[in-house]
């Protein structure tokens, strides 16, 4: 059976590919050869850059071009001609090694350093580096725009909603009412907050050889600050560099950032599922699409299946994630090797990640606010006033407020003419009446408007 959209193992390279091709070039298996080619390449630059390294002649400008020319024209066959290599050496990483041998075969420059491709390096200083890189590019290429689109949706809905009064519910009951545009600026808030920790990870690398120190380096030149010049060299790539680490580097920041986005996951979740509720509630519509079915046997339905697509695939996204930061941080003494395989599933853990927040969007474009029927829940929870009463009452030390008016509400519907026969025997002063009196459950809503504005 050919591998096709229908025939895919995944979901996510079959039915869903379109919705998360920006992560393929980050998280494939090309996206990792192609980086564990940059890194080999930026770290023989280097090294004939620096001149207290006599035996590797600088380059020159036109070999320095060829060299930056691998990396920026790296494609496809070039990962496949790797790969083929790989099938002889069984190593990966060698087999960029030598690839980059023969790639560059013809260069008089390269080939007399040819054995400095790859110099004191154990494998994992040259994985560990790219997964950084990858976990960097897809962050900031695809999984940050994408949260950034659902917050700034989630923020048009808050402005433009910002002073439609609606009924609250805590455990599922009436309670002080707010407004819907306050209630999507309350998920904003959450997300943004959410969004500058994801963003402020610092993606860590090592680069100290076998076991984290030095010992090939030093052998070949004893009295050279190797540990200040591959921190310089980590940094230029734009990652930290980690110089305490055994064969691995410890994955610490990756669990950080996982577990960061999993936050940011739930914190959308919880959002899907009370939306799901208010569409339930009547308080938002859908827009229809043309040609689309609800039910296979009832016509009139229109299901909130964005954001039910969304809470599944948060789920599995946060089971991938969380098992990267539980695992990936444990490494038997110096070194085993169970990381690689999970290191090679960054691209589930984001591509679910990345699917429901597309799930999530479309969603929100198709909510249509139903001021009548927010309006009529409102009316009917004419209890809700019972807080202000009593708040009142206490100010101008009347006795038993609330135990007055739990008498009178709790459990209870209440009608409009009831509270206002209530409030005209409270001795308060007339201004005070009148304003009580004046009060709706719509008007009752605090400072939900300016919130909701503001965010």
Known sequence: MSVSSLTALSPLDGRYQSKVGTLRDHFSEHGLIRNRVRVEVEWLKALAAEPSLAEIAPFSAATIAELDA???????????????????????????????????????????????????????????TSHALMLREGRDGALLPALD????????????????????RTHGQPAS??????????????????????????????????????????????????????????????????????????????????DAV???????????????????????????????????????????????????????????????????????????????????????????????????????????ADPARLAADLDEAWEVLAEPVQTVMRRYAIENPYEQLKAMTRGKGITRQALHSFILTLAIPEAERQRLLDMTPASYVGLAIGLAKRI
Not at 85 to 110: F, G
Not at 199 to 209: D, M, P, R, S
């Open 70 to 128: 691998v990396i920026d024209t790296f494609g496809e066959a070039d990962s496949a001609a790797v790969k083929s290599i790989e099938a002889t050496t069984n190593h990966d990483v060698k087999a960029v090694e030598y690839w980059l041998k023969q790639r560059l075969a013809h260069n008089a420059e390269v080939i007399k350093v040819s054995e400095f491709i790859h110099f004191a390096c154990t494998s994992e200083d040259i994985n560990n």
């Open 177 to 258: 009412p707010t407004t819907l545009g306050k209630e999507m600026a309350n998920i904003a808030a959450r997300l943004m907050r959410a969004r500058a920790t994801i963003a402020g990870v610092a993606l860590a690398a090592k680069f100290n050889g076998a076991v984290g120190n030095y010992n090939a380096h030093l052998s070949a030149w004893p009295d050279f600050d190797w540990e200040g010049f591959n921190k310089g060299f980590i940094e230029s790539l734009g990652l930290e560099f980690n110089p305490y680490t055994i064969q691995i580097e410890p994955h610490d920041a990756m669990a950080e950032l996982f």
């Open 149 to 168: 689109a659902v917050i700034a949706r989630f923020r048009d809905l808050a402005h433009q909603h910002a002073a439609l009064p609606m009924l609250s």
């Open 262 to 368: 999993a936050r940011a996951n739930t914190m959308l979740l919880d959002a899907c599922r009370d939306i799901w509720m208010y569409i339930s509630f009547g308080y938002f519509k859908q827009k229809l699409k043309e040609g689309e079915v609800g039910s296979s046997t009832m016509p009139h339905k229109v299901n909130p299946i964005d954001f039910e697509n969304a809470e599944g695939n948060l789920g599995i996204a946060n089971a991938v994630l969380r098992h990267f930061s539980d695992k990936l941080p444990v490494s038997r003494m110096q070194r085993d090797l169970t990381d690689s395989t999970v290191l090679r599933n960054m691209g589930v853990g984001f591509g679910h990640t990345v699917l429901a927040l597309d799930s999530c969007l479309r969603g929100l474009n198709k909510l249509e």
